[in-house]
């Protein structure tokens, strides 16, 4: 692999202790990793060197938190939200039946293209969930397609109870705990359930996050996202890497989350897809939370691969600042799925770089909705967006 010299960087945000932001700055990619990073006139030489004109540089989006492998789509309840419906976690089910009458390369090729979509728009670490299949078979066929594309694979086998199950909650958390877990451990490095009014309480969450630990798996959750509930709180006691969600937070909740170290990872594509309130970012960071911003991309409550989008909801929303947004939207992410090698640009890293064709990050939430990813390295390799 050869070397690459990026050079003439207007303005570099490495997130790297003790280097934070840098002018007039330049990076070395070698052997898929950060070797270097600078003042442009003290770069050393390298086999290839791209000149980035004055334009920032930012370190990949982690988008730690998705729903990819799923069939159809579900556009006429997005048009029913907009029309009065409220938003509620029983339309999974429509996805359900979707997903499971697709074939493996239906749900490959879908999958394929949603993450060549983030590729373009600067994310270049994701984690995918399953959920979306809810038999033994489905989700482990659900993350083995996933594992296709990230090791960031979720199996959230407790998304919400099928209709099969309806009359059986019960049997269906044996299930998830039991036969599902063992078809799908092997192809998963995380879990995660739905606790939720509508999908689980807080005893079947705890149920599903203990066997998952248990058979080797992190554990996350989804969590007061429709309404207060006990989700957070349980997330903080038993020390999961990341709560998501977090919309309705009391100050039990909030100071949980400081004391515990659990990152919460807020989702305001949701919120601007559903008309829900959107999270107090603003709240938790005051309270020295760590925060993540991910896309939560997914056919019902929000179909959006957009990490900038992301941003900038964030910051016009959320009460966040634009290098707050950013921050958590890289290194955020990275302690959210518990890796260090990603989110950051300190020498050592994965050379996950985004060339922005703009003088600062602070465009991201200023010019929103405009593609303002020029260029992307994932792994020191790169591609023109």
């Not at 394929?112 to 994310?123: C, F, I, K, Y």
Request: with cysteine; net charge negative.
């Amino acid at each position: 692999m050869t070397s690459t010299l990026l050079t003439g960087i207007g303005e570099l945000t490495t997130n790297a202790p003790g280097v934070g932001t840098l002018a007039d700055a330049a990076l070395v990619m070698d052997a898929g990793r950060v070797a270097w990073v600078g003042p442009a006139v003290s770069a050393p030489d390298a086999d290839e060197v791209v000149d980035a004109d004055g334009r920032a540089v930012v370190p990949g989006f982690v988008d730690s938190h998705s729903h990819l492998v799923f069939a159809g789509d579900r556009a006429g309840e997005f048009a029913a939200r907009m029309a009065g419906t409220p938003y509620a976690a029983g339309g999974i089910r429509a996805t359900v039946a979707a997903t499971r009458a697709a074939t493996d390369e239906q749900l490959a090729a879908n999958l394929a293209r949603l993450v060549a979509e983030m590729r373009r728009q600067g994310t270049t670490t994701v984690e995918v969930k399953s959920g979306y299949g809810l038999t033994v078979a489905d989700e482990a066929r659900s993350l083995t397609i996933a594992r296709q594309v990230t090791d960031e694979t979720t199996f959230l086998g407790a998304h919400v109870v099928p209709a099969e199950f309806s009359d059986d909650p019960a049997g269906y958390v044996d299930l998830v705990t039991g036969p599902m877990l063992a078809a799908a451990a092997p192809h998963a490095r995380w879990i995660d359930a739905f606790c939720e009014t509508g999908a689980f309480d807080a005893d079947q969450a705890r149920a599903v996050l203990a066997a998952g630990a248990a058979a080797g798996l992190g554990g996350r959750l989804h969590a007061n996202q429709l309404g207060p509930g006990p989700g957070v709180a349980l997330a903080c006691e038993l020390g999961l890497a990341a709560v998501d969600h977090c919309t309705y937070l009391t100050d039990a909740d909030v100071d949980a989350l400081a004391a515990s170290g659990t990152v919460a990872t807020l989702l305001p594509g949701v919120e601007f897809s559903t008309r829900q309130p959107y999270p107090d970012a603003r709240r938790l960071l005051d309270a020295g939370v760590h925060v993540a911003l991910a896309s939560d991309c997914n056919p019902g409550s929000c179909y959006t691969s957009s990490v900038p989008l992301c941003i900038a909801l964030a910051v016009r929303e959320m009460g966040m600042t634009p290098t707050e947004a950013l921050l958590a939207a890289t290194a955020g992410g990275a302690r959210a799925l518990r890796r260090e090698d990603v989110g950051h640009l300190g020498v050592g890293a994965r050379a996950d770089v985004v060339l922005l064709d703009a003088p600062s990050h602070v465009h991201l939430a200023y010019r929103p909705g405009v593609p303002l990813v020029a260029r992307t390295w994932v792994g020191g390799v790169g591609a023109r967006s």
